[in-house]
């Protein structure tokens, strides 16, 4: 279960880094906060629903899909929640790009969550 959650948090941290400096190149240096702001606000669920999804492994597959769908649910409920949040309260993040960065990182994250528990799933017991 560690070895995947490592995945997931240094995938989404590699995507990061990868297109941070680039973007603070164009888009200045307020592109790095909203940037890692609206990673943490993804990472932060993204990881929690994994490890409850890998920890949920001996369950009956009725269990896991309505815990993978649950957490789903849960998990664009607090992004969202946290992003409007951090949106209304800190001046820097308001403009569009925050909220394309929240998408990019939300998807993201997502896809790199499905891809692992999909992995776990098939990888031999």
Known sequence: M???????????FAAWVILAYPAMRVLGEQALLRSAA???????????TLAFALRGQVQRGEDQLLA????MGVRMAFVLGLGL???????????????IWLIFFYLLTLGLE????????????
């Open 2 to 12: 560690r070895y995947r959650l490592g995945l997931l948090i240094g995938g989404t």
């Open 38 to 48: 609206a990673l943490l606000i993804c990472l932060i669920p993204a990881a929690g």
């Open 68 to 71: 993978m769908l649950g957490g």
């Open 114 to 125: 499905i891809g692992l528990v999909v992995k776990a799933q098939s990888a031999p017991q």
């Open 85 to 99: 949040l951090a949106f209304s309260m800190v001046p820097e993040l308001h403009a569009d790009e925050f909220w």
